[in-house]
């Protein structure tokens, strides 16, 4: 079992949890600047002023933005040949609605760019990851305003002509689909004008989630046309979370349950983001859930004419759906609901850990579009020990990474097109999900911790030392 020469190895991560200089070289602020910590338990907090003796994880994250020389040397040590970033919308455009650029911030990434070029590594660029400008939320309740899809082309359009010959790959929005799930107003939509509180109780507005969700999907299709016109050798890719399904029992409404949550939260946006329209459950879906889309005249060409030429995802667990209420309500799932599957062990923050379902996943979104397959995200958040020799002994994290890639070669035997790996979280960064750093999925392990202290030193897990060997073998030394 072989995966192929070219294999894209390396890993991935995104500005808003990595880079920190949240207010330098004129940056304006996102969404995350706005978030508090949290934890497991504790959720962190969204609010729109910012509070003193309040700590903001992402404002100074594990600091890329001053350790990119260090951090993409500890990337080419270990033979990365594709390094995963985002571009902070707020760099290049501070409140999302500029005509001009901001010089300052476009330099940055020119010599983040510069750097992996040193190397031969390839970035692969997610557009929008997590990251909107506050200033979008305030004015238009985020993607809920059709005014973003232009706000975004013009982004997109000034980071294209300006990276047009460092980069090749990119993403227009990180797990979109996130948006299907009350969390995505706080994470990917911004629908969250004047809310100020904890992200679980965010107010549940299905119409206007789907709403945004359909600008999203214009503003996708619009930049994914213009690339292919202007920059022929742009390879444009979708990403979504798959957040992979099984049947609770084989009781055929458990079954019917499934099948209507995998399409709902896995396959109604990269179906529109893949095949260029709706998929033929929508409308049944939309109307019982009393959901009315606005579209305009263009839309339904327009995403016809943006469809992506690869499709990218991330996978982290799988859960049970059922039709049973009270099955329902007594057993909690992870993070994405659900009931949770009583084969599986879950990670120290209930995230159900299933090799086998990332070998379903690829082999179902495969048969599917039919189109390269990535997986972009992937990995075991877990508490790390920091020995007083500087060393930390992740052999779970080696585990759990070492049981995904054998099921991935499966995949490519059973004959999925696979273009690259990059586990997300290489290096420590904060948790989207809690704002925490206890929660760490790195091979390098960041000097920093919840209450904000660390010197932001940087050492080497030995799970930095066995992936090199993975990288360095395609995957055959496992
Ligand atoms: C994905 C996101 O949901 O999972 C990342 O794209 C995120 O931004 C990752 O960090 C892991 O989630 P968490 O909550 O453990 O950081």
Same mark, same amino acid.
């Given at each position: 079992?072989?995966?192929?020469?070219?294999?894209?190895?390396?890993?991935?991560?995104?500005?808003?949890?990595?880079?920190?200089?949240?207010? @330098?070289?004129?940056?304006?602020?996102?969404?995350?600047?706005?978030?508090?910590?949290?934890?497991?338990?504790?959720?962190?907090?969204?609010?729109?002023?910012?509070?003193?003796?309040? #700590?903001?994880?992402?404002?100074?994250? @594990?600091?890329?933005?001053?350790?990119?020389?260090?951090?993409?040397? #500890?990337?080419?040590?270990?033979?990365?040949?594709?390094?995963?970033?985002?571009?902070?919308? @707020?760099?290049?455009?501070?409140?999302?609605?500029?005509?001009?650029?901001?010089?300052?911030?476009?330099?940055?990434?020119?010599?983040?760019?510069?750097?992996?070029?040193?190397?031969?590594?390839?970035?692969?660029?997610?557009?929008?990851?997590?990251? =909107?400008?506050?200033? =979008?939320?305030?004015?238009?309740?985020?993607?809920?305003?059709?005014?973003?899809?232009?706000?975004?082309?013009?982004?997109?359009?000034?980071?294209?002509?300006?990276?047009?010959?460092?980069?090749?790959?990119?993403?227009?929005?990180?797990?979109?689909?996130?948006?299907?799930?009350?969390?995505?107003?706080?994470?990917? =939509?911004? @629908?969250?004008?004047?809310?100020?509180?904890?992200?679980?109780?965010?107010?549940?507005?299905?119409?206007?989630?789907?709403?945004?969700?359909?600008? /999203?999907? %214009?503003?996708?299709?619009?930049?994914?046309?213009?690339?292919?016109?202007?920059?022929?050798?742009?390879?444009?890719?979708?990403?979504?979370?798959?957040?992979?399904?099984?049947?609770?029992?084989?009781?055929?409404?458990?079954?019917?349950?499934?099948?209507?949550?995998?399409?709902?939260?896995?396959?109604?946006?990269?179906?529109?983001?893949?095949?260029?329209?709706?998929?033929?459950?929508?409308?049944?879906?939309?109307?019982?859930?009393?959901?009315?889309?606005?579209?305009?005249?263009?839309?339904?060409?327009?995403?016809?004419?943006?469809?992506?030429?690869?499709?990218?995802?991330?996978?982290? /667990? !799988?859960?049970?759906?059922?039709?049973?209420?009270? %099955?329902?309500?007594?057993?909690?799932?992870?993070?994405?609901?659900?009931?949770?599957?009583?084969?599986?062990?879950? !990670?120290?923050?209930?995230?159900?850990?299933?090799?086998?379902?990332?070998?379903?996943?690829?082999?179902?979104?495969?048969?599917?579009?039919?189109?390269?397959?990535? %997986?972009?995200?992937?990995?075991?958040?877990?508490?790390?020990?920091?020995?007083?020799?500087?060393?930390?002994?992740? !052999?779970?994290?080696?585990?759990? #990474?070492?049981?995904?890639?054998?099921?991935?070669?499966?995949?490519?035997?059973?004959?999925?097109?696979?273009?690259?790996?990059?586990?997300?979280?290489?290096?420590?960064?904060?948790?989207?999900?809690?704002?925490?750093?206890?929660?760490?999925?790195?091979?390098?392990?960041?000097?920093?911790?919840?209450?904000?202290?660390?010197?932001?030193?940087?050492?080497? $897990?030995?799970?930095?030392?066995?992936?090199? $060997?993975?990288?360095?073998?395609?995957?055959?030394?496992?």
């Amino acid at each position: 079992m072989s995966l192929r020469k070219d294999f894209l190895w390396g890993g991935a991560t995104a500005a808003n949890q990595y880079e920190g200089a949240w207010d @330098t070289d004129g940056k304006g602020f996102s969404v995350p600047d706005h978030c508090t910590n949290g934890s497991h338990t504790s959720p962190k907090r969204v609010t729109p002023v910012f509070e003193e003796g309040t #700590l903001y994880p992402s404002k100074e994250a @594990t600091d890329f933005y001053h350790h990119y020389k260090e951090d993409i040397a #500890l990337a080419a040590e270990m033979g990365f040949n594709v390094f995963r970033m985002s571009i902070n919308w @707020t760099r290049i455009f501070p409140t999302g609605m500029e005509k001009e650029p901001n010089e300052k911030g476009l330099e940055f990434y020119d010599r983040v760019f510069d750097e992996l070029k040193k190397y031969d590594i390839e970035p692969l660029v997610t557009i929008s990851h997590y990251e =909107l400008p506050y200033a =979008l939320v305030e004015k238009y309740n985020g993607w809920y305003g059709r005014e973003l899809i232009d706000c975004y082309f013009n982004y997109c359009k000034a980071i294209f002509e300006r990276y047009k010959d460092k980069v090749r790959y990119w993403l227009t929005f990180n797990e979109i689909n996130s948006g299907t799930m009350p969390m995505g107003a706080v994470l990917s =939509l911004g @629908t969250i004008k004047g809310f100020n509180g904890p992200i679980n109780k965010v107010p549940d507005e299905p119409q206007v989630r789907y709403q945004g969700l359909h600008h /999203m999907f %214009v503003a996708s299709a619009k930049v994914v046309k213009y690339a292919h016109e202007h920059y022929p050798q742009f390879k444009m890719g979708n990403m979504s979370i798959f957040a992979t399904k099984y049947p609770y029992t084989c009781d055929p409404k458990d079954v019917l349950k499934c099948q209507k949550m995998m399409r709902v939260v896995n396959w109604y946006c990269s179906d529109v983001q893949v095949r260029g329209y709706y998929p033929s459950y929508a409308k049944r879906f939309l109307e019982e859930s009393g959901i009315r889309l606005k579209m305009e005249a263009g839309d339904e060409e327009l995403l016809k004419e943006g469809k992506v030429d690869f499709y990218t995802f991330s996978y982290y /667990m !799988s859960g049970c759906e059922s039709a049973d209420d009270e %099955v329902l309500a007594k057993a909690g799932g992870n993070l994405v609901g659900g009931v949770a599957n009583p084969y599986l062990k879950a !990670s120290d923050w209930g995230w159900q850990i299933d090799p086998e379902g990332l070998r379903y996943s690829l082999n179902e979104i495969y048969d599917r579009y039919q189109i390269p397959l990535m %997986v972009v995200e992937n990995g075991l958040g877990a508490y790390d020990k920091l020995e007083e020799d500087g060393s930390v002994h992740d !052999s779970y994290r080696i585990d759990y #990474l070492r049981k995904h890639i054998e099921q991935m070669k499966e995949a490519v035997e059973d004959g999925v097109d696979l273009m690259g790996y990059t586990p997300w979280g290489w290096i420590d960064v904060v948790s989207a999900s809690t704002g925490e750093m206890a929660k760490r999925y790195g091979f390098v392990y960041v000097d920093k911790y919840d209450d904000g202290t660390g010197d932001l030193s940087r050492r080497r $897990k030995d799970s930095f030392f066995w992936y090199k $060997k993975v990288i360095a073998s395609n995957g055959e030394e496992l």
